[in-house]
């Protein structure tokens, strides 16, 4: 059963948007990368399976966000998140022949969930909302600066080397680091009211629930149990210590 989560965004004072989102955003991100789910990979006791059904439920949120932001590139104000260097649905389906084989696409399924995730990134580009920049923000950035630490947690659960890590890889992004302070100065740089402001905060806290929800299903569908608390923060803190 999926535990109480968070009832909404946290109220946040007026400045850059990027500041603004991570700070509104912090309870439902902290309890997304908490879910039984996530600590179990981040464990390395994840199994096989559920990872690649995980990669596989992925795949269809990536294609709604890329067609999208594809859809978008012209757009005055969204043209500027079309980064085709970031785009991951190629990856992800190079990642699925190797761990589900190439009849990939006939063995993975769309699920409640992912539906969910996938049709909601779907209604707000279709809208035309700014606010379809926390769906793109929260999809690619943690990866592209969490790379090489998630590379290290898929070898040391699965005994690979190089082989079905495709989706880590962003050979077009040089600095990482760089990369994401850029990525905030585009963001912070669109012409956006207070309003506006607030409802891509509200759009980043759907989107982390949407996210947290993909992962309890997961956890329903392959037996993942819960881990204590007191468990679950001593390996965050690691991780930090790793990746900080």
């Known amino acids: ?14 400045g850059p948007l990027n500041a603004m989102l991570m700070g509104g955003t912090a309870v439902i991100h902290r309890e997304a990368e908490r879910v039984p789910f ?3 990979f981040f464990k390395g006791e994840l199994p096989q399976g559920a990872y690649a059904a995980y990669l596989g439920r ?11 932001a594809a859809s978008l590139k012209d757009h005055p104000v969204l043209g500027r998140f079309y980064t085709p260097e970031l785009s991951r649905l190629s990856k992800l389906e190079e990642d699925l ?27 707000v580009a279709e809208s035309k909302s700014s606010s379809f920049v ?17 590379r290290k ?26 990369y994401l302070l850029a990525y905030h100065e585009k963001m912070n740089s669109m012409p956006l009211s207070l309003d506006q402001k607030h409802a ?12 947290k929800e ?27 210590a790793e990746h900080p």
């Open 1 to 14: 059963m999926a535990k109480e989560s968070s009832t909404g965004p946290i109220p946040v004072e007026e």
């Open 38 to 40: 996530m600590v179990a």
């Open 58 to 68: 992925l795949h269809g949120v990536y294609e709604a966000l890329e067609r999208s």
């Open 97 to 123: 022949a190797y761990w589900v084989g190439p009849d990939w696409r006939d063995q993975i399924t769309q699920t409640p969930a992912s539906k969910a995730y996938a049709d909601r990134v779907n209604e």
């Open 134 to 150: 926390a769906h793109h923000w929260l999809r690619y950035l943690g990866y592209v600066l969490g790379q090489d630490l998630l």
């Open 153 to 178: 947690l898929v070898r040391k659960s699965y005994g690979v080397e190089s082989e079905g890590m495709a989706f880590y890889d962003f050979p077009g992004i040089d600095d990482p680091k760089a």
């Open 200 to 211: 891509v905060i509200e759009e980043g806290y759907i989107a982390f629930k949407l996210q």
């Open 214 to 240: 993909l992962t309890e299903e997961l956890a329903a569908d392959f037996g993942v149990g819960d881990v204590s608390a007191e468990e679950t923060e001593r390996l965050m803190d690691e991780l930090t």
